[in-house]
Antibody
Framework: EDQLVESGGGVVQPGGSLRLSCVVS????????MYWVRQAPGKGLAWVSH????????TYADSVKGRFTISRDHARNTVYLQMHSLRGEDTAVYYC???????????WGQGTTVTVSS | EIFLAQSPGTLSLSPGERATLSCRAS???????LAWYQHRPGQAPRLLLY?????ATGIPDRFSGSGSGSGTDFTLTISKLEPEDFAVYYC??????????FGPGTKVEIQ
């Protein structure tokens, strides 16, 4: 079964840092683009970042550019989201997703919650 | 930049009824890069359709998608609502800048 499991969320003060991890299993990780998508409380889904299959290309939403870094480790079957300079508006459930056909995301994790609060 | 609008915001229906959800793009969606997702509270989002009308693995055939010739109007239809279909539905586009856009969602609730 194709599976994604996120971890690393928690409560952090404004200006702080966190690193989210997403461990994948059940499929050939190195073949797929990987995404991070978030959902703030009471809001809809919002794309955060993605990385291509070999890690050579990364893209970010304007709201996180310069503060977040996506990366992947094929030896560990893991994609990361390093988050710095966190703000209250970064409070959300963060989902990891696998890139699918025609720009879709076909497998999703259960999410990890990030709360930025003093 | 392509913006996605979804209507209605909330759809109140009974099990067994037909649901018709709309997604309108601010400009033509190239290459049919339009997907639909179901999101139940506390669960992972689930891909329903990709490429406008292709059902994802394991998605029942009561879910169908279509698009207009203009490439800006898209519809998700649930032919007969089952109890587990009451959820929020999002359309999503993959493009250039920004590369990924989600619509604001339509909540399908039990009447």
């Amino acid at each position: 079964e194709d599976q994604l499991v996120e971890s690393g969320g928690g409560v952090v003060q404004p200006g702080g840092s966190l690193r989210l991890s997403c461990v994948v299993s059940g499929f050939s990780f190195r073949r797929y683009w990987m995404y991070w998508v978030r959902q703030a409380p009471g809001k809809g889904l919002a794309w955060v970042s993605h990385v291509n299959s070999d890690g050579s290309s990364t893209t970010y939403a304007d709201s996180v550019k310069g503060r977040f870094t996506i990366s992947r480790d094929h030896a560990r079957n893991t994609v990361y989201l390093q988050m710095h300079s966190l703000r209250g508006e970064d409070t959300a459930v963060y989902y990891c997703a696998r890139g699918g056909e025609q720009g879709s995301m076909d497998v999703w994790g259960q999410g990890t919650t990030v709360t930025v609060s003093s | 930049e392509i913006f996605l609008a979804q209507s209605p915001g909330t759809l109140s229906l009974s099990p067994g009824e037909r649901a018709t959800l709309s997604c309108r793009a601010s400009q033509r969606v190239p290459r049919d890069y339009l997907a639909w997702y179901q999101h139940r509270p506390g669960q992972a989002p689930r891909l329903l359709l990709y490429g406008v009308s292709n059902r994802a693995t394991g998605i029942p055939d009561r879910f169908s998608g279509s698009g207009s010739g203009s490439g800006t109007d898209f519809t998700l239809t649930i032919s007969k609502l089952e109890p587990e279909d009451f959820a929020v539905y999002y359309c999503q586009h993959y493009g250039d800048t920004p590369p990924v856009t989600f619509g604001p969602g339509t909540k399908v609730e039990i009447q």
